[in-house]
């Protein structure tokens, strides 16, 4: 890439800093928008808007997911740095998939969770198990985020850059003594085997080992919130142990919920 691309990832990468995203955000949005330099191979300047559209309407994308991604990351690098915008354009966005979140058994979570000898692996998948913490806010955690006295968890700047408290089960706080005892981490609560923040990876790495190869550390959350709704938790206290800024996204443990289900009449059938 030329310097003149370079430096138009740079300004991206400022603006994306001075709005406050998050880092896998920058990340995001930085590959793509380089991705897409690199593909007309002049600078953004030069790139005419129609033609942007058109790489837009033409991608190959592998997913819905990513289609959103790309098309969020282009328009910020218009907006932001070139000050243009494409949303005049009529770029459609894929429609959302309405699907339920996957859950596992919780009785197997739990027992598998209590068998697990490592502390360190064991301390990170029952955390989201039993707080519902997203990957991103488990790697964020410092040992002065756990509240024992008021058997809390503090979450720092979680999904939207939002503080919020969930709460910390004695089960999961036996567990993270015992990790405290042989680890002794300072400034974060998870430590990677080189140093530095445990990462997202090897967390989704762990699960796979000690459950089955489709999943991903996300489940446990969606395990917990729906376990939740199962116990007749009030459906706004779970959206704010879960950091949902919509009622509706909470909704869909609702309808996983067994209760809830169970509570729906049925027909009678006269068996002769």
């Known amino acids: 890439m030329n310097k003149k691309g370079k430096s138009t990832l740079e300004k991206l990468e400022d603006k994306l800093r001075f709005q406050n995203y998050a880092e896998t955000t920058i990340k995001t949005y930085i590959g793509y928008s380089k991705r897409f330099l690199s593909h007309f191979k002049q600078d953004v300047y030069h790139i005419p808007v129609k033609d942007a559209q058109h790489f837009l309407e033409n991608y190959d994308y592998s997913s819905r997911s990513q289609q959103n991604q790309i098309i969020s990351s282009i328009q910020f690098l218009y907006l932001n740095v070139v000050g243009s915008k494409l949303n005049t354009l009529n770029i459609k966005r894929p429609r959302k998939e309405k699907k339920l979140p996957k859950i596992i058994d919780y009785d197997l979570a739990s027992t598998t969770i209590s068998n697990i000898k490592n502390l360190k692996h064991k301390a990170i998948l029952a955390i989201p198990f039993t707080s519902g913490l997203r990957v991103s806010e488990i790697l964020n955690l410092k040992p002065s985020d756990i509240d ?76 917990y919130l729906t376990w939740l709704a199962d116990n007749n938790v009030a459906l706004k206290t779970i959206q704010d142990i879960a950091g949902h800024k919509s009622s509706k996204t909470t909704e869909v443990y609702i309808h996983l919920s067994i209760n809830t289900l169970k509570s729906v009449p049925s027909p009678k059938i006269i068996i002769i």
């Open 148 to 223: 024992s006295k008021r058997m809390l968890i503090n979450v720092r700047e979680g999904k939207g850059k939002k503080d919020r408290i969930v709460p910390l089960s004695e089960d999961t706080l036996q567990i993270l003594r015992s990790y405290f005892k042989k680890y002794n981490p300072k400034e974060y609560l998870f430590v990677g085997q080189f140093g530095g923040k445990y990462s997202a990876t090897s967390c989704n790495n762990l699960i796979k080992k000690y459950f089955n190869k489709e999943a991903h550390m996300h489940i446990l959350r969606h395990t």
